[in-house]
């Protein structure tokens, strides 16, 4: 059958898994990928269509009808080569980018309930790429004839490491620009390598993703907190001519209730990082011990708390409980995360919120207090609001307590940039093309947005670099 016709396939195609009582006792990827079979039979479902929908609800705007007839056709280089015209990190897209609410939402067969897995369908074709060694020529540095001199001297400036940043690094570097890469930690990935747990998405599929980058002529330099080692005004003193800020938004929020500062209380943002870059599952081979008690509770329900929820469960808590001030509907959380959550063992308790935290004589924590609530009117998130119940206060057992209710951006660069405008939140207000009140200076993804996705933050990342493009254009 030819790519372009329907075949007699309804469903959409199912990854294999590793199974829940396998998985919970390691930290290996949890979902095993397509065969070449399956990810043609998938492919081949696609219909090419003429308008196609699913492009619209990509945020970096990969053509996917031409890479999924290449995998239909088997031809799989030309697939990763046809995604990496838009999309530097696809490896990682397909992992963790949410395509059930982008581009298979918008997928046409998407009518009858079975969109194409183009996620899975992405993340084969970049895994075939690393299986096979294949490396494509077709996207080294490029420079514009008309204006050589500009392209080959002018200096950018990337903040941040993380899908924002690697993504405005890799596609002004494929312009020509002398892009140097500015990363606070030891390791370049921001939330993919800290935020993001092995099993869900291996540190070795983001050094690969990073290499590539590196390979396009990008100046990684690590362990530059920009702030503080450098101030953006140095960057422009020391020679460069825009400076893209995409630090991310990496300072937790909390409840606000009292017991907060009790031993045994993580923000999810300190517990993943402990885990994920410090290696604290591998402990006592990487010197990084995390406390995990046996009675775990998890206050939120998006992709970072499941995320907390499932890495407890793997370092031995015998019993997890996410805890949420809505119902399941309106849980922010991917539903296939959900999902392995709920397969995995993990407890549920819904219409709850926390009021205070109760700790034993030596300050750790012992139990928490809970309000029952209940569903009013839809808020401005489109979600309906809980409202409490009076009179329902309720406790829960428990000895860690991990809080993963939303990050906003840290305020170093903002307090250190004293023209630089912000929301009384924190984060950086910029225009429709992603730059600052100052001139040359653009930001975007979760710095501006608040906590995202990490496609959202690589389109923000690839609306930058146009606008830098263009900026450096017209300043000539």
Known sequence: MQAGQMNNKPEKIKMNEQLPGKRVRNFDEVALGLTEE??????????????????????VMIDIPAFLKFIALGEFDKAIE???????????????????????????????????GIGYLERFAADWETKKKFQ??????????????????????VVGSGPAGLTAAADLAKLGYQVSLFESLSEPGGVLVYGIPEFRLPKRIVKIEVDYIRGLGVDLQIDVLIG????????FKNGYKA??????????????????????????????????????????????????????????????AMDSARVA??????????????????????????????EEGIKFTLLAAPTEIFAD??????????????????????????VPVEGSEYKIKCDTVVVAIGQKPNPLIPKSTPNLKIEKWGG????????????????????VLGAATVISAMGAGKLAAASIHEFLQNIV
């Open 82 to 116: 046809k995604i990496k015209e838009k999309n530097a990190l696809p490896a990682v897209c397909g992992r963790v980018c949410p395509q059930e609410d982008q581009c298979e939402k918008l997928c046409i067969l998407g009518k009858k309930g079975n969109p194409i």
């Open 428 to 447: 950086v207000i910029v225009d429709e093309k992603g730059m600052t009140s100052i001139p040359g200076v653009f930001a975007g993804g979760d710095i």
């Open 313 to 342: 469960l793997r370092l031995g808590a015998k019993e997890v409980t996410i805890v949420y001030r809505r119902s399941r509907t309106e849980m922010p959380a991917r539903e296939e995360e959900i999902v392995r959550a709920e």
């Open 38 to 59: 399956q990810a043609i039979s998938e492919a081949k479902r696609c219909i090419q269509c003429k308008n196609p929908a699913c492009v619209k609800g990509c945020p």
């Open 136 to 157: 494509t020529t077709k996207y080294k540095p490029q420079t514009n004839p008309k204006s050589k001199n500009q392209m080959t001297e002018s200096k950018v400036a």
């Open 361 to 386: 004589d030596k300050g750790w924590v012992k139990e928490m207090e809970f309000l029952k609530m209940k569903l009013g009117e839809p808020d401005s998130s489109g979600r309906r609001r809980p």
């Open 228 to 235: 503080k080692t450098l101030t953006i005004d140095d960057l």
């Open 243 to 304: 400076a893209f800020v995409g630090s991310g938004a990496g300072l937790p929020r909390f409840m606000g209730v009292p017991g907060e500062n009790f031993g045994g209380v993580y923000s999810a943002n300190e517990f993943l990082t402990r885990v994920n870059m410090m290696k604290a599952y591998k402990f006592p081979e990487y010197l990084t011990p995390i406390r995990m008690g046996k009675h775990v509770v998890v206050i939120g329900a998006g992709n970072v």
